[in-house]
């Protein structure tokens, strides 16, 4: 199955999901759409959507996905099995009308050269990351949505060795890795007599798959403790990503996470379990339709009696 399935429920925007050079699709209504290109937010003008053939054309999708959407389950959140993801959400609960959201999967991938040619890095900056991955630093990425923490991580991981033994964990499929020695694991939702499976669940089952780096696609929850205990076992050199809107505020997402894991520990003990297990954070930002590195702030250590972090600036870009 591929994008020649959809297509016919959307004759309207199939230039837009023809585009290559086009990430995102956003519908707000039969009346607006937007796409992403390079990475900017861009109005589509005169594209005719009726809000009858975008529930019709919605619908369809989901029974040849093998799902549903209704009054009674209005949210479709679906993948195609080129690992593009389709999100739609039809009245009542989307007020203005049929909200719909593409995000096509990037066959092309950006390497360590690309994002210092189109701007998101800067060739020292380059040379540090690069020197961080090859010390085994544990790095997070940090950013807001569409900001480009997935795209850097992979590019990132070009400068793992080809010897070291990788599992990747995520949330839904996206990192695009390619390494001698992968393992890929994806969680799993819950459905009618099928169990959910959580990246918790992987994390702990990954532990016994004797990796040489965990790389967790996105820390949003509880996940975040485990990644942690992995950390401290002797698994360096992890990858992973977060949201938030600076570096020190990526810190205390990261702790807040831990909590929801629902273990019964201080809250400073897990500050001081992040100062000691993290390395570096790297914070993304979208800056004159770009998306570009904004800072890196160095973890040097936690102080427990004042409760503060140490950070040493590795880059600001003012």
Not at 87 to 101: E, F, H, K
Not at 134 to 149: C, P
Not at 190 to 208: D, F, H, M, N, Y
Request: aromatic share 6%; charged share 25%; glycine share 6%.
């Amino acid at each position: 199955m591929s994008w020649e399935v959809i297509i016919p429920f959307f004759r309207a925007i199939e230039p837009l999901i023809r585009d290559e050079e086009i990430s995102d699709i956003l519908v707000n209504g039969p009346d607006q759409v937007f796409i992403e290109k390079f990475g900017e937010m861009q109005k589509v003008p005169g594209v005719t959507l009726t809000e009858k053939s975008l529930q019709v054309a919605i619908r369809n999708i989901a029974r040849v996905l093998g799902d549903d959407i209704s009054e009674e389950k209005p949210i479709l959140d679906a993948r195609l099995p080129d690992g593009s993801r389709v999100t739609a959400i039809i009245p009542p609960c989307s007020v203005n009308g049929t909200s719909l959201a593409i995000r096509k999967f990037q066959s092309k991938l950006y390497g360590p050269q690309d994002l210092v040619r189109i701007g998101t890095l800067t060739p020292d900056l380059l040379v540090q990351l690069q020197t961080a991955v090859e010390l085994r630093k544990n790095i997070v990425i940090s950013g807001g949505a569409g900001t480009g923490k997935t795209t850097l991580l992979n590019a990132l991981s070009n400068f793992i060795g080809p010897e070291e033994r990788l599992i990747v964990i995520e949330e839904t499929a996206e990192i695009q890795i390619e390494k001698n020695n992968l393992v890929r694991l994806e969680a799993r939702r819950e459905q009618p007599g099928i169990p959910a499976i959580s990246i918790r669940e992987l994390l702990k089952a990954t532990l016994r798959l004797r990796p040489d780096r965990i790389i967790v696609g996105e820390v949003r929850g509880g996940e975040a403790f485990d990644l942690l205990q992995a950390l401290n076992t002797g698994h360096s050199g992890s990858l992973s990503t977060i949201h938030a809107n600076s570096a020190a505020q990526a810190i205390s997402r990261f702790a807040t996470c831990v909590l929801m894991a629902g273990i019964d520990l201080p809250y400073r003990v897990i500050r001081q379990n992040i100062g000691e297990s993290l390395d570096m954070v790297i914070q993304l930002k979208r800056q004159a339709g770009k998306r570009t590195v904004a800072e890196v702030l160095k973890i040097k250590r936690y102080v427990p009696a004042e409760d503060y972090y140490e950070f040493e600036s590795l880059y600001q870009n003012k």
